[in-house]
């Protein structure tokens, strides 16, 4: 049977980032064939209902995972809260990967939505997830970002998701 991966829509080349661009990653495209793995693209700030463009967001404290147990709020540079936005485009991602039957998530490092080991809060890049990486983590799906290629390959040899 065919491994289903999430990835973030902007890596595969998708205009959806918060300036209307996208972020194509050969790297990750090379590998996705050569795994033979079924990429399900998401974009989580869309699923979440917000345009693009639109104004870039940040942690105001905290990051993903204080996000999800309620502790931490997301904020755009303007001044709006968007947490319960971030919240129900988590939400939508999860279930896009339940439906597809998504073990894993490759994403998009530093986004407050998909970062896997760093995120903004306010302009200072910390350690940290973003909001859909702490809930997909939280549920069992192993995330690895578009720099984590080797250890998702050293994972996939693991043939658990295989
Ligand atoms: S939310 Fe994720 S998929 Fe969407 S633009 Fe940001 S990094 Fe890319």
Known sequence: ????????????????????????????????????????????????????????????????????????????RDG????ETFLVGAKETLEIARQCGCRLALLKERSPSCGVRQCYRGDHLLAGMGVTTALLAERGITVFSEEELDELEWCLQGSRFT
Do not use: W
């Open 1 to 76: 049977m065919p491994t289903t991966i999430l990835v973030s829509a902007c890596l595969l080349g998708i205009h959806c980032r918060y300036d209307g661009a996208a972020k194509p990653d050969l790297r990750v495209k090379d590998f996705l064939i050569r795994k033979e793995l079924i990429p399900i693209p998401v974009c989580p700030e869309q699923l979440g209902g917000l345009p693009t463009p639109r104004t870039p967001c940040r942690f105001a404290e905290g990051s993903g995972k204080e996000v999800i147990t309620g502790n931490a709020e997301v904020f755009s």
């Open 80 to 83: 709006c809260r968007l947490t």
